[in-house]
Structure formats: C-alpha cells, structure tokens
C-alpha cells in the first residue's frame, strides 16, 4: 500500500509539472514591454521639440510660422518615410529593421543640439522623423506576431501606453534637462536614451520561430504558422489595393491632427494664450498624457467587453470602442469655453483619452486586416495618410492662429474624429452576423 501511495504521489506531481508546462510562460509579454519601452523612448525624443518650443522661440528667434515648419519637417520626412520603414521591416525582419532605425534616429535627436537657426532645427527635425518612421509599424508588427487575434487590441493598447508615457515623461525630463544645463544638453541625453534601445532591441529581441525562450505551449497559444509568416515577403500592391486599407487610412487622415496638435502645440498654447511660464506648464503638462494611458489601456479591455456583453463581431467590438472615443473628442471643442488655464489641460486630457482610444483601437484594426507579413507596411503607409493630416493641420495652425486664435482650430479636432468613425463604419463595419474573420486575423 505504501508502494502504491508514493506512486500516486509521483503521479500527481509529474500531473502538476505537466500542467505548469502546458500553461503559456508570458513571454510575449516580456516582448510586448521591450517594444513598449522604445515606443517610451521613441516618444520622449519626438516632444522634447515641443517642450523647448518656448525656448527655442526665444533663443534662436523662431517666429510661430517657422516653427511650424519646423514641425512640418517632421511630419513630412516621418509619413513619407512610414511606408518604406514598414516595408523594409517586414523585408529584413524586426530585430534588424528596429534597432537600425533607432540607431537613426537617436543620434539625429542628439544632432538637434547643433542647431543655429529655424532652417537647421528644421532638418535635423526631418532626419529624426526619417528614423522614428519605423517605430509604430515595427511595434504593431510585434503584437501581430507575437499575439493571438483574441489578445491583439489588448497588446496594441499596451504597446501604444509607450507613446503617452513618453510624451508624459517629457516635459519634467527636458525641463530639468534645460534649466540644469541646456536645451542642447536635453537634445543629447533623451537621443543616446534611444541609441541604448537599439542595443537592447538587438540583444533581447527575436522572433517567434526563433526565439530559444518559446515552450511549445505558448507557440501554440500564439498560433503555429508563426515561422511561415515571417518568411512570406511583403506586396505593396496586395495592401493598398484593398478597401479595408482605405478606410483605414482615411480614419488616420482625420484622426492623427489631434494627437500633433497635443504633441507640439499645447505647450506653445498654454505659454502665448494662458499665460503659463515653462517651469508652471511643466507641472501640468504631464496631465494630458497620463489620460491618454488610461484611453490605451481601457481600449485593449474594451474591445472584447463590447463583443461580450452585446454579443457583437470582432470587427463591430472595434468599431464601437472607436464611437465611444470620437464622441469623447468634445474635450478640446469645448477649449474655448474653458475659464482657467487648468480646466484648458483638463479639457485638453479629455481629448488625449479620446484619442488613445480610438488610435489603439485602429491599430488592431490594422492586425484583423492584413496578415503577419505585411501588417508593418500597411501600418506605415496608413501611418502616412495619418502624417499629411497632421502636418497640414500644423501648416494651417501656424497660419491661422495668430489671426482667429487656437480655439477655433481645436475645436475642428472633434469634427475630424467624428467624421472618421463614419467612414469607419460605412467601410469596416460588418452588417451581418457570423461574417467570417478577415485572413489576416484567421491566420492566427
């Protein structure tokens, strides 16, 4: 009998390691962070611009129209580059793709430090958006591949937390940075931050198929064409000639003015129109983008909670969590009535969580849409669409508001989101029950 206990023993114990060993371990969670942790980085180097606008208008006499070409040097380089960044990621691979074009731009971060006047600010500003192109469609190429359809808008909502960090980061970092030292001091420090990630990204990252660190239960969990996918080679012409694509990038379009605007403008709205000084904003400043974090972590969880409780499709679940943040957008049409500086930040943190989770929300769009071999290109060429809104709506700011003020122009913010949750759903939305997935989303 004794005999026959302790084998049952042995039993039960070999039972339990089996069941640890037939549980995911959460690695892709640890490589969701990584990437999250360069979307931080990647971010704080993107607004440190915005921050020290103030600064730099002052020092080395910017007028607000030359600052928004210096904006406008960004915009421009970054959407045209997306594209061509998420097709030669798709092309060479993450681990390659990432850390050279962190590698790039990183050091063009620290170049700013060398800048005169307007016109150098300017082009280094476009070397930065040429690197950071990469950014978003390597990332959103990390959740497809390393995420079930089920999990993808969660992983993306995470993921895209890095861009409201960052930007949430920034301010008290390069304020302290600049009154320390110097605005050039700040340019070099938050730029070699991104070098460090390059090297990171190269050290930690690999994909699916060929990472050591992958049990068998959670390459199952993720899905097991992983290794046939990354192989495949991307076309162009297979993802823009596809109507999801358009209304996808359409939505971008309209969409990515906001998230510019609270980027490189609200600084420079807060010091001219509120009457803020620098050290004063840098108090507050964090507050919009703490908000937006809360709209990307909510939009991971929110998608499968609206295709629970209301019994609704994937595509719909997505499409309804877009609704709920256009209709928040209000925030920054209402500006104009705001009576104090503080209800501006909080109105202008409304607008931060609305668009949070509406961006999130299209990215997992993105990932229901296309498959794991080309989600980066078409991430970057709706990442372009999204940059010619934002930069001629930064081109028009700087044109109009010294004339009719910032408001009114904020206030254009809400008719944009709500125009794009139209498109959205004339062309995404599923009218049907029991319409099948996409075979994008069906190949994992």
């Keep these: 009998m004794g005999k026959v206990s302790g084998l049952r023993t042995q039993t039960r114990k070999v039972s339990g390691l089996r069941t640890q060993a037939g ?3 959460g690695l892709r969670w640890r490589i969701l962070a990584l990437v999250g942790l360069g979307t931080v980085v990647n971010y704080i180097d993107r607004n440190t611009l915005g921050v020290l606008a103030p600064v730099l208008k002052d020092q080395l006499g910017v007028s607000t129209e030359q ?5 406008a040097a960004f915009q421009i380089s970054y959407g045209v580059m997306q594209p061509a960044a998420g097709f030669l990621t798709d092309l060479i691979g993450l681990r390659t793709g990432y850390c050279l074009f962190a590698l790039v731009w990183g050091s063009a971060c620290a170049l700013h430090a060398l800048a005169g006047n307007w016109q150098a600010m300017a082009a280094f500003r476009g070397l930065l958006g040429l690197g950071e192109a990469a950014a978003i469609p390597s990332a959103v190429k990390t959740s497809t591949l390393w995420f079930p359809p089920r999990e993808r808008s969660i992983a993306t909502g995470w993921f895209n937390t890095g861009s409201s960090v960052g930007a949430m980061i920034a301010p008290p970092l390069v304020v302290w940075l600049s009154l320390t030292w110097s ?13 460090g990630v390059a090297a990171l990204w190269w050290l930690l990252y690999r994909d699916p198929h060929d990472h050591p660190g992958l049990g068998e239960a959670e390459r199952a969990h993720i899905g097991t ?6 192989l495949a080679k991307p076309s162009v012409g297979a993802v823009v000639g596809r109507r999801q694509f358009w209304g996808i990038a359409v939505a971008r379009f309209l969409t990515e003015p906001a998230w510019q605007t609270f980027s490189y403008w609200i600084p420079l709205y807060m010091v001219s129109a509120r009457g803020m ?4 904003f840098a108090l507050f400043a964090w507050l919009p983008f703490l908000a937006a974090d809360l709209g990307c972590v909510l939009s991971g969880y929110l998608s499968p909670y609206l295709a629970r ?3 609704i499709s994937l595509a719909n679940s997505r499409i309804a969590g877009i609704g709920i943040g256009a209709v928040c957008m209000v925030g920054p049409g209402l500006i104009g009535l705001a009576s ?4 501006a930040i909080c109105l202008f943190s409304l607008g931060a969580f609305a668009h949070q989770v509406l961006s999130s929300l299209l990215y997992a769009v993105v990932t229901d849409n296309f498959a794991p071999h080309e989600v980066a290109t078409a991430t970057g060429f709706c990442g372009m669409a999204g940059y010619l809104g934002g930069t001629l709506f930064s081109l028009l700011i700087g044109q109009l508001a010294g004339r009719i003020g910032f408001e009114p122009l904020f206030a254009c913010l809400t008719v944009f989101d709500l125009v794009a949750l ?5 062309v995404l939305g599923e009218r049907r029950r029991g319409r099948p997935l996409p075979a994008g989303a069906a190949a994992h």
């Design 225 to 230: 064409d992983a290794p046939r996918a990354v």
């Design 340 to 343: 104090s500086p503080f209800a």
């Design 23 to 25: 549980k995911p371990s």
């Design 277 to 280: 000084d620098i050290k004063q």
């Design 67 to 71: 600052y928004s070409f210096i904006v």
């Design 422 to 426: 139209l498109v959205v759903w004339l």
């Design 183 to 195: 605005w050039q001091v700040a340019f070099v420090v938050t730029g070699l931050m991104s070098v």
């Design 309 to 311: 409780r209301f019994r």
